[in-house]
């Protein structure tokens, strides 16, 4: 498979300023230079606790939000460079699931005028092509095509959902970015949505970026995972690996909290003490050094001064820890 997407050294700090004449006393630092590569028909999972900075990745990736620095390649091209005008048509093979299905579809508008807005902006088809597109899209999505002529207040939170995919399907799309698609959902539809990307993505030949805070949600789906913590990727590996033999503390942690639907099965979990650092002010060295168990035992002053690499420690199996 070739390479789609590229993103290097990827930051997007934000200023906070204050006083008369809004001088920047500081930055918010949420997306603190990360790198990863994402093949055709691939699907990585971005996970980790809210506040660590994924949905900004998401958009930084999509030139929504301008990163401060580092580069995303797509195609070979540097879009992060790239102005509205010259995004426009690119933007024709990137395309974004956004979290709360309901605020990010236009109440005044039906179904069928928001599915077929993507095909009306870039002048793709006539009328009667758009009216059977949108009809096909519906079906695709698990709705019947009559459901176009309805208005977004119309339908449950899944049913939503299944819209603004099939919105995000109109131009045939490379990359579907899914930032937290079924957070906002019941828990007996999350398993159909996630079930409806996998499905998708498979028949268009889509490669797809699922952003969550719940590795349950993406464990089945997954091609390989990236775990971030303060702005950072401490650990990234195929999936199998991830699950199976985590080699980053946060990423054991976060794997410990994964409930198990056996009253008998006895688990150890892995309590993480303190709060999350602040991203305005966060520590030095490796960011997870002030909740880490390793410290008790092993970790060293470097841990507390040395921003840890990504290295490769294993057959593609990613890491950001010093003792590792």
């Given at each position: 498979m070739d390479e789609l997407l590229k993103v290097a050294d990827l930051r997007t700090h934000f200023p906070i300023k204050k006083g008369l004449f809004a001088r920047t006393v500081g930055f918010v630092y949420a997306l603190d230079g990360i790198s990863f590569t994402l093949r055709e028909r691939e699907i990585l999972g971005l996970v980790g606790e809210s506040g660590c900075g994924k949905t900004t990745a998401g958009l930084s990736i999509l030139n929504l939000i301008k990163p401060t620095s580092g580069k995303v390649y797509f195609e070979g091209q540097d879009i992060?460079?790239?102005?509205?005008?010259?995004?426009?048509?690119?933007?024709?093979?990137?395309?974004?699931?956004?979290?709360?299905?309901?605020?990010?579809?236009?109440?005044?508008?039906?179904?069928?005028?928001?599915?077929?807005?993507?095909?009306?902006?870039?002048?793709?088809?006539?009328?009667?092509?758009?009216?059977?597109?949108?009809?096909?899209?519906?079906?695709?999505?698990?709705?019947?095509?009559?459901?176009?002529?309805?208005?977004?207040?119309?339908?449950?939170?899944?049913?939503?959902?299944?819209?603004?995919?099939?919105?995000?399907?109109?131009?045939?799309?490379?990359?579907?970015?899914?930032?937290?698609?079924?957070?906002?959902?019941?828990?007996?539809?999350?398993?159909?949505?996630?079930?409806?990307?996998?499905?998708?993505?498979?028949?268009?030949?889509?490669?797809?970026?699922?952003?969550?805070?719940?590795?349950?949600v993406i464990e089945h789906v997954c091609d390989k995972v990236a775990v971030m913590y303060l702005g950072k990727i401490v650990e990234m590996a195929p999936f199998k690996a991830i699950f199976t033999s985590p080699l980053h503390p946060y990423t054991q942690a976060l794997l410990s909290a994964i409930p198990i639907p056996d009253p008998h099965s006895?688990?150890?979990?892995?309590?993480?003490?303190?709060e999350v650092p602040s991203p305005i002010n966060p520590p030095s060295g490796c960011h997870f050094h002030t909740r880490c168990d390793l410290k008790k035992d092993v970790c060293t002053d470097v841990c507390t001064k040395d921003d840890p690499p990504l290295r490769d420690v294993q057959n593609n199996h990613f890491v950001a820890c010093h003792m590792v």
């Open positions: 992060s460079a790239m102005n509205q005008k010259q995004m426009k048509e690119i933007r024709r093979k990137l395309q974004i699931i956004f979290q709360d299905p309901y605020s990010s579809l236009n109440p005044k508008l039906k179904v069928k005028d928001i599915i077929g807005e993507p095909l009306v902006i870039y002048n793709a088809c006539n009328r009667k092509e758009r009216e059977e597109l949108v009809a096909y899209l519906l079906e695709k999505v698990g709705l019947l095509p009559e459901y176009g002529h309805r208005y977004p207040h119309e339908f449950s939170g899944g049913q939503r959902q299944r819209v603004g995919i099939a919105r995000a399907l109109a131009l045939r799309p490379k990359l579907i970015i899914a930032d937290e698609p079924v957070s906002a959902l019941d828990v007996s539809i999350q398993a159909q949505i996630i079930n409806l990307l996998e499905n998708l993505q498979q028949e268009f030949n889509l490669s797809l970026l699922i952003i969550s805070h719940d590795l349950s006895k688990k150890e979990r892995i309590l993480l003490k303190g």
